[in-house]
């Protein structure tokens, strides 16, 4: 991969990570609800689903996107009412008590952040559309494969690194039921608008 195409493929990536989304409100409630550290949780499921999207756009498996255009709008259906049914839950959930946070729910946390990117409409769009245009089909695909999944998992780290961590002072310095009721259904809409944009 040259380095200018590279450099490309890294602000956009950073652009995307540093974008609110589905992804983003997941680990922004997750810090307010759990902790930053907690958060981080959800953070390392988004990251593990996006090495699943890169393999597959570097094997060429978005050339059957492209050949069966029902199961492309199938899965992004299935992605949006998944993310429906988390912005659901986000905005209706237990009430947080922000003095003392319960202890998180590790796996569920994890299962949700794979799941959610697994299923994430952008995230379709992101790495079946956007992201071939940077794979040189005559090159090495292993190293660019590798290349990508180091790229693009420091980028969304980065971001969701910086959305968990204003989380988490927002939380400690919010300590109202109000306030985080609200900040809860707030963060759904925004999921939910995102989902069905």
Request: glycine letters at 8%; proline letters at 5%; a positive charge.
């Amino acid at each position: 991969m040259e380095f200018g195409v590279w450099v490309s493929f890294f602000l956009l990536f950073l652009a995307g990570g540093l974008t609110p989304g589905p992804a983003v409100m997941l680990v922004t409630t997750s810090s307010i609800r759990y902790g930053f550290w907690a958060a981080m949780i959800p953070s390392v499921g988004i990251c593990l689903a996006n090495l699943v999207w890169i393999a597959l756009a570097v094997s060429g498996a978005t050339a059957l996107a492209h050949a069966f255009p029902t199961l492309f709008v199938a899965l992004k259906i299935a992605g949006i009412a998944f993310i429906l049914f988390l912005a659901w839950r986000t905005a209706f959930g237990a009430p947080v008590d922000l003095l003392r946070r319960e202890p998180p729910p590790r796996a569920r946390l994890l299962a949700t952040g794979i799941g959610l990117q697994l299923l994430n409409p952008n995230a379709l769009v992101y790495f079946a559309v956007a992201m071939p245009g940077f794979i040189d089909a005559s090159g090495d695909l292993v190293a660019q494969a590798v290349i990508l999944m180091v790229t693009v998992t420091v980028c969304e780290m980065f971001g969701l690194m910086v959305y968990a961590f204003g989380a988490d002072a927002l939380a400690q310095r919010f300590q109202s039921a109000v306030f985080a009721r609200w900040f809860f259904r707030i963060a759904a809409l925004t999921m939910a608008g995102s989902a069905l944009f």
